[in-house]
Every structure is written in structure tokens, then in C-alpha cells.
């Protein structure tokens, strides 16, 4: 059984490498490792299909340390038994987000100082491409987050060339329910460590996955129909742009 669900659990991986493009031969990839089970499990799988994917690519695991305890010497024994090499970001996130700038919103800068902070060591590491462990439904949370917050209708894209520094962003997992990242780490007796951010379970994302949780409830396709909804958007079928832009 669980050697089944690995299978079909990589075949996923490879079908959204294979419909985006996001591993070519010879890329030297930093994977995003924050030791929480999405990274663990997309280190874990890409790691595997090194093996099977008819690409040759280097991984090297990037670990930003924002100020909070964790058990980090958990993360690189881990990479150690897989041969890969782990790296660590020294930061004062923390002490810029909660002290320094005290401001109502410090998901949004704890993760523009953390995205910086990785794209820097990415290139120290002359890598091409950062590997993230985003899936499916960080890219419904993002979505209904933004248009609720914001007023827009946006998501990340599987694929995102960073025209400041190079590099291209990829989301290997972003066919994957959370659901089974949490199988999978269990079946795969994976190590991960805690979130232990003090805003961890207080934020806007929060109220948008309890939002989501009950829609899953009251329609069980809800994430599958979503996802579909996303690869045959059509333009065309929602709101016209107005004809005349004066106004009244």
C-alpha cells in the first residue's frame, strides 16, 4: 500500500513538472526547506525522481532562520541521508517583523524578507531555479484571499521567471491537496518540525482555510473543480471591460 501511494503520489509530481516545463537537464535547483511537511515532502519527491525523470538536476536545500527556535539539526540530518546538501540563512526576521516594525500585517513582510533572503542564496549557489512546496490549496487560499482582501482575482503560477535576478520559480506539489502531503509524510515516516511563528494560526489565511474547509465539506469536489476551473478559465465568460472609461 504504501509503496502504491508513493507511485501515485510522484506521478502527480511529474505530470505538473511535464505540463509547465519545470525541470530541464543540467538545472542546479534550490528547494525552499522551511522543515514544515510541504518542503520536507518536496525535497523527499524531487530527491526520488532524480532517479526516474529523464533529466539530470542538482538539488540544494535552503533553510532561512528567522529568529525563532527550531530543532534545525531534525532538517539537516535528514538532507544528510538523502545526500543532499543543506543550507542555512542566518536572519533577524523575527526581530524586524515583531519588534522593529510592529505592523498589522507581518505575513506579507516576514515572506518578502524570506523570499529575498532565499533568492540571495540561490545565486550564491548558482542555482537557476528555487523550488517551492506550495500546492493546491495554498493556491486556493491565495486566490480567495485576494479577492476578498484585495478586490482582485489572482494566484501564483506553477512557473514564474524573477526578471530581477534570473531565477525561475516552480511548484512542483501544485496538484496536491494538503491532504496528501499529510499521507504522504506519514506513510513515508518524514521528519518536519512546527511552525513556531507567534502568528502562526491568527492571520487572514486562517479565516480563508476554515472558509474553505467548510466548502469542502458541503461540496467534495470543490478542490478538483477548482483546479479544472483554473486550466479552462476563459476570459471571455466573466465580467466585460466597460466601453467608456469617463466618468459620471
Not at 491568527?202 to 467534495?220: C, Y
Amino acid at each position: 500500500m504504501t509503496k502504491n501511494f508513493q507511485q501515485k503520489f510522484l506521478k502527480k509530481v511529474k505530470r505538473a513538472i511535464y505540463d509547465y516545463g519545470m525541470i530541464e537537464n543540467g538545472d542546479r535547483i534550490a528547494v525552499g526547506f522551511s522543515g514544515g511537511k510541504d518542503s520536507v515532502t518536496l525535497l523527499h519527491a524531487l530527491h526520488l525522481l532524480r532517479r526516474s525523470l529523464p533529466v539530470k538536476f542538482e538539488l540544494e536545500a535552503v533553510f532561512i532562520k528567522t529568529g525563532w527556535p527550531m530543532d534545525i539539526p531534525v532538517l539537516e540530518d535528514f538532507c544528510q541521508s538523502l545526500n543532499i546538501s543543506f543550507h542555512v540563512v542566518e536572519t533577524e526576521i523575527a526581530k524586524i517583523v515583531f519588534e522593529d516594525r510592529e505592523d498589522d500585517n507581518p505575513c506579507a513582510i516576514c515572506s518578502h524578507l524570506r523570499r529575498g533572503a532565499l533568492h540571495s542564496k540561490a545565486l550564491e549557489l548558482d542555482c537557476s531555479k528555487i523550488a517551492l512546496g506550495h500546492h493546491l490549496d495554498d493556491v486556493m487560499e491565495t486566490f480567495f484571499m485576494s479577492m476578498i482582501y484585495t478586490g482582485q482575482m489572482r494566484v501564483f503560477s506553477p512557473v514564474t521567471f524573477l526578471d530581477r535576478t534570473g531565477l525561475t520559480m516552480i511548484r512542483p506539489l501544485v496538484y496536491h491537496h494538503v491532504e496528501e502531503i499529510v499521507s504522504y509524510v506519514e506513510s513515508e515516516k518524514l521528519p518536519f518540525i512546527q511552525n513556531t511563528c507567534p502568528a502562526n494560526g491568527f492571520t487572514n489565511r486562517e479565516v480563508v482555510k476554515k472558509f474553505l474547509a467548510d466548502m469542502v465539506k458541503r461540496f467534495p469536489d470543490f478542490k478538483a473543480r477548482f483546479l479544472t476551473s483554473l486550466k479552462t478559465f476563459d476570459q471571455r465568460h466573466l465580467w466585460p471591460d466597460a466601453m467608456s472609461k469617463c466618468s459620471g
